[in-house]
């Protein structure tokens, strides 16, 4: 994989480096998808945020994941676990 893809961006994030992110477990869907929209939007500096939907029955996580893929902005998405996921813009 070559750098343009964003290897990079999600290596450095997984490392340790500071990049925006925002907590949404324990919000209902329709909650944590409006705090989303906001969060993604009011980053447009950012090449990778991180978004924390938390573990649980996966239904905001699926929520979450489901509008992510349906914006333009979002360029590729790597799942970090059960409950994060980096957004690379």
Known sequence: MSMFDGED???AAQIGAEIPQIDLHGMCPSEA???ADMFLY??????ILRIIYGGGQGILRAEILKYLRAQK?????????????????
């Open 9 to 11: 961006l999600i290596f």
């Open 33 to 35: 998808l409006f705090e």
């Open 42 to 47: 009011k980053n447009p500096n950012a090449k």
């Open 73 to 89: 902005i979002v360029r590729k998405l790597h799942e970090e676990s059960d409950a994060s996921v980096l957004v690379l813009i």
